[in-house]
């Protein structure tokens, strides 16, 4: 029973599902915000969530399907930055441009931001230049966004008490919510603008409470993403850390 509980933030069903949820919430106190603004009481809330229409729900069952998938999104974005990327590189050789690197463009800019910013294999590389700094594995590895599956598989067989992916799923988690964020940020500040626009004669404290709203997704998109750099870095130094175990060498390095 106590293993079972210790597994419930394990997996990408649990990432899935708490995405889901987070998104739905959003949702509903953007929808809280356009209607009323800040000023809305606890009462008003609830009430708010008992008288729910069939067209609010509608909205809602959307929002946890998309906020769902959300972690399927980003492995899309995130293979289809590595297909473009994989061809620009053959175009690049193809066309002998070696000398000199060809920058990217804001198209493949927005994705890398989007969806390869943060995660793991983008972590290792980043660990990589930095050689001094970095752990011993990454150190010592010609490809550590490659030998990070190994030894993780590897202290997954040998130590399965280790729970070698706990902080794994805590970093998909983190990009799922900082793509939540993102995304939300950014049609909050539509349609608070578009608001604005639509009542510049008569604006309201509500009109603006969405636009502060949407910063406020926007910190917290940062902010995510982040803590999903941070668990990254945790998720190595687990690696680290039993690997010296495994190998007998407990007093090793970072």
Same mark, same amino acid.
């Given at each position: ?93 193809? *066309?002998? $441009? ?6 990217? =463009? @804001?198209?493949?800019?927005? !994705?890398?931001? /989007? ?19 970095t752990f011993d594995w990454i150190r010592n590895s ?61 604006? *309201?404290? $509500? ?6 709203? =949407? @910063?406020?997704?926007?910190? !917290?998109?940062? /902010? ?31």
């Amino acid at each position: 029973m106590v293993e079972k509980i210790n597994n419930v933030g394990s997996g990408f069903g649990f990432v899935n599902l708490v995405t889901g949820i987070t998104t739905v919430i959003v949702v509903f106190f953007a929808f809280i915000l356009m209607k009323y603004g800040a000023s809305i009481s606890l009462s008003e809330i609830i009430k708010e969530v008992s008288d729910i229409s069939f067209f609010d729900l509608i909205i809602y069952v959307v929002s946890f399907v998309i906020g769902f998938f959300v972690h399927g999104m980003r492995y899309l974005g995130f293979d289809y930055y590595r297909r473009l990327y994989n061809k620009n590189k053959q175009k690049e050789k193809d *066309e002998q $441009r070696k000398i000199k690197k060809q920058k990217k =463009s @804001l198209f493949m800019r927005i !994705l890398f931001y /989007l969806f390869r910013n943060g995660t793991i294999i983008e972590e290792c590389l980043n660990e990589k230049r930095c050689p001094e700094k970095t752990f011993d594995w990454i150190r010592n590895s010609d490809k550590p966004a490659v030998d990070v599956w190994n030894y993780a598989r590897k202290i997954s067989l040998e130590s399965p008490k280790a729970d070698i992916y706990q902080f794994y799923y805590h970093s998909e988690v983190f990009q799922c919510f900082d793509t939540v964020f993102f995304m939300l940020s950014f049609v909050a500040f539509c349609f608070g603008a578009w608001g604005i626009g639509m009542n510049y004669k008569n604006l *309201e404290s $509500r009109h603006f409470s969405v636009l502060v709203f =949407s @910063l406020i997704l926007f910190f !917290l998109h940062w /902010l995510c993403k982040k803590t999903s750099k941070s668990f990254a870095r945790r998720f190595f130094l687990e690696i680290q850390t039993n690997l010296n175990v495994i190998n007998g060498n407990v007093d090793g390095k970072k």
